[in-house]
Protein backbone atom coordinates (compact mmCIF):
# COMPACT_ATOMS: atom_id res chain seq x y z
CA UNK A 1 0.00 0.00 0.00
CA UNK A 2 1.06 3.44 -0.57
CA UNK A 3 0.33 6.17 1.84
CA UNK A 4 -1.15 9.20 -0.19
CA UNK A 5 -1.61 12.94 0.30
CA UNK A 6 -4.57 14.63 -1.04
CA UNK A 7 -4.54 18.49 -2.65
CA UNK A 8 -5.52 21.94 -1.22
CA UNK A 9 -8.84 22.93 -1.38
CA UNK A 10 -9.94 25.35 -4.47
CA UNK A 11 -11.97 27.59 -3.44
CA UNK A 12 -12.14 31.23 -2.88
CA UNK A 13 -13.27 32.61 0.10
CA UNK A 14 -17.31 33.50 -1.14
CA UNK A 15 -17.68 30.18 -1.70
CA UNK A 16 -21.38 29.00 -1.62
CA UNK A 17 -21.11 25.08 -2.56
CA UNK A 18 -18.51 22.47 -1.79
CA UNK A 19 -18.08 19.47 -3.56
CA UNK A 20 -16.71 17.22 -1.70
CA UNK A 21 -14.75 13.87 -3.22
CA UNK A 22 -12.64 10.77 -0.91
CA UNK A 23 -8.93 10.86 -2.09
CA UNK A 24 -7.99 11.61 -5.57
CA UNK A 25 -6.68 8.53 -7.67
CA UNK A 26 -3.41 7.93 -9.20
CA UNK A 27 -3.99 9.60 -12.73
CA UNK A 28 -4.59 12.81 -10.44
CA UNK A 29 -1.97 12.51 -7.70
CA UNK A 30 0.68 11.80 -11.08
CA UNK A 31 -0.59 15.06 -12.81
CA UNK A 32 -1.64 16.92 -9.66
CA UNK A 33 -5.11 17.83 -10.42
CA UNK A 34 -8.34 17.26 -9.42
CA UNK A 35 -10.27 14.67 -11.27
CA UNK A 36 -7.26 14.00 -13.87
CA UNK A 37 -8.49 10.92 -15.73
CA UNK A 38 -9.42 11.01 -18.91
CA UNK A 39 -12.50 8.87 -18.25
CA UNK A 40 -13.83 11.12 -15.15
CA UNK A 41 -17.11 13.10 -15.89
CA UNK A 42 -16.31 15.87 -13.04
CA UNK A 43 -15.08 18.13 -15.47
CA UNK A 44 -17.28 17.39 -18.23
CA UNK A 45 -19.99 17.99 -16.06
CA UNK A 46 -18.81 21.18 -14.51
CA UNK A 47 -18.80 22.48 -18.01
CA UNK A 48 -21.98 21.69 -19.30
CA UNK A 49 -23.81 22.69 -15.86
CA UNK A 50 -22.03 26.17 -15.84
CA UNK A 51 -21.58 26.46 -19.50
CA UNK A 52 -18.48 26.67 -20.25
CA UNK A 53 -16.05 24.67 -22.53
CA UNK A 54 -13.92 22.65 -21.18
CA UNK A 55 -10.49 22.25 -21.70
CA UNK A 56 -7.57 23.87 -19.97
CA UNK A 57 -7.22 22.94 -16.26
CA UNK A 58 -6.09 26.29 -14.86
CA UNK A 59 -9.75 27.69 -17.37
CA UNK A 60 -11.91 25.00 -15.72
CA UNK A 61 -10.77 25.99 -12.05
CA UNK A 62 -11.83 29.51 -12.70
CA UNK A 63 -14.75 28.81 -13.88
CA UNK A 64 -15.82 26.89 -10.76
CA UNK A 65 -14.37 29.14 -8.01
CA UNK A 66 -16.20 31.97 -10.40
CA UNK A 67 -19.31 30.01 -9.70
CA UNK A 68 -18.96 29.97 -5.91
CA UNK A 69 -18.12 26.55 -5.94
CA UNK A 70 -15.44 25.00 -3.90
CA UNK A 71 -13.82 21.93 -4.61
CA UNK A 72 -11.73 19.28 -1.83
CA UNK A 73 -11.85 16.23 -0.42
CA UNK A 74 -12.56 14.44 2.49
CA UNK A 75 -9.32 12.56 3.25
CA UNK A 76 -6.06 14.72 3.94
CA UNK A 77 -4.31 11.21 3.75
CA UNK A 78 -4.23 7.44 3.51
CA UNK A 79 -3.02 4.11 2.63
CA UNK A 80 -4.28 2.99 -0.79
CA UNK A 81 -3.51 0.06 -2.51
CA UNK A 82 -4.71 1.56 -6.02
CA UNK A 83 -7.18 4.19 -7.09
CA UNK A 84 -10.75 2.87 -6.20
CA UNK A 85 -12.33 3.91 -3.18
CA UNK A 86 -12.22 0.43 -1.61
CA UNK A 87 -8.47 0.29 -1.77
CA UNK A 88 -8.39 2.93 1.19
CA UNK A 89 -7.00 1.33 4.29
CA UNK A 90 -9.97 3.03 6.56
CA UNK A 91 -7.91 2.36 9.77
CA UNK A 92 -5.17 4.84 7.92
CA UNK A 93 -7.85 7.65 7.13
CA UNK A 94 -6.78 11.24 8.28
CA UNK A 95 -9.51 14.06 7.35
CA UNK A 96 -8.70 17.81 6.41
CA UNK A 97 -9.19 20.56 8.61
CA UNK A 98 -13.32 21.14 7.91
CA UNK A 99 -13.36 23.85 11.17
CA UNK A 100 -10.78 25.86 9.51
CA UNK A 101 -12.11 25.19 6.34
CA UNK A 102 -15.68 26.20 7.50
CA UNK A 103 -14.41 29.27 9.45
CA UNK A 104 -12.60 30.74 6.53
CA UNK A 105 -15.69 30.02 3.96
CA UNK A 106 -18.61 31.53 5.62
CA UNK A 107 -20.87 31.44 2.94
CA UNK A 108 -20.75 27.72 2.28
CA UNK A 109 -24.11 26.76 2.83
CA UNK A 110 -24.29 23.29 1.38
CA UNK A 111 -21.93 20.40 0.92
CA UNK A 112 -22.19 17.36 -2.19
CA UNK A 113 -20.51 14.01 -2.24
CA UNK A 114 -18.63 13.25 -5.07
CA UNK A 115 -20.27 9.21 -4.44
CA UNK A 116 -20.27 7.29 -1.46
CA UNK A 117 -17.38 7.33 -0.08
CA UNK A 118 -17.14 10.78 0.30
CA UNK A 119 -20.24 11.06 1.95
CA UNK A 120 -19.77 7.88 4.67
CA UNK A 121 -16.22 8.74 5.64
CA UNK A 122 -17.60 12.66 6.40
CA UNK A 123 -20.47 11.77 8.18
CA UNK A 124 -18.55 9.44 10.50
CA UNK A 125 -15.25 11.18 11.06
CA UNK A 126 -16.15 14.92 10.23
CA UNK A 127 -19.57 15.57 10.99
CA UNK A 128 -19.46 14.82 15.03
CA UNK A 129 -16.26 17.26 15.61
CA UNK A 130 -17.99 19.83 13.66
CA UNK A 131 -19.90 22.73 15.31
CA UNK A 132 -21.93 25.69 15.27
CA UNK A 133 -23.21 26.45 11.61
CA UNK A 134 -21.14 23.70 9.87
CA UNK A 135 -22.82 21.00 11.91
CA UNK A 136 -26.12 21.92 10.24
CA UNK A 137 -25.33 22.31 6.58
CA UNK A 138 -26.97 21.07 3.72
CA UNK A 139 -25.57 17.67 2.74
CA UNK A 140 -26.57 15.63 0.14
CA UNK A 141 -24.52 12.93 -1.81
CA UNK A 142 -24.26 12.70 -5.71
CA UNK A 143 -23.37 10.26 -8.25
CA UNK A 144 -19.42 9.35 -8.60
CA UNK A 145 -18.43 11.00 -11.74
CA UNK A 146 -15.68 8.04 -11.26
CA UNK A 147 -15.54 6.34 -14.22
CA UNK A 148 -15.38 3.44 -12.29
CA UNK A 149 -19.37 4.14 -11.53
CA UNK A 150 -20.46 2.99 -14.32
CA UNK A 151 -23.86 1.92 -14.01
CA UNK A 152 -25.17 5.90 -15.13
CA UNK A 153 -24.66 7.14 -18.26
CA UNK A 154 -22.89 10.89 -18.63
CA UNK A 155 -26.03 12.40 -19.46
CA UNK A 156 -27.95 10.69 -16.09
CA UNK A 157 -24.96 11.70 -14.17
CA UNK A 158 -25.60 15.78 -15.43
CA UNK A 159 -28.95 15.24 -14.51
CA UNK A 160 -27.89 14.03 -10.73
CA UNK A 161 -25.83 16.72 -10.68
CA UNK A 162 -27.94 19.87 -11.66
CA UNK A 163 -29.41 20.07 -8.28
CA UNK A 164 -26.52 21.72 -7.18
CA UNK A 165 -27.87 24.84 -8.71
CA UNK A 166 -31.48 24.27 -7.95
Known amino acids: MTYVHGFAPISRADARILILGSMPGRESLLRQR ?3 HSRNAFWPIMADLLKFEEGDYRQCVQQVKHNGIAIWDVLQACYRSGSLDSAIDNSSIVTNDF ?12 VFFNGA ?3 SVYLKHVL ?9 LQLQRLPSSSPAHAAMSLEQ ?4 W ?3 FE
Open 99 to 110: KGFFANHPQVSR
Open 128 to 136: PMLGGRAAK
Open 117 to 119: KAE
Open 157 to 160: KKKA
Open 34 to 36: YYA
Open 162 to 164: SII
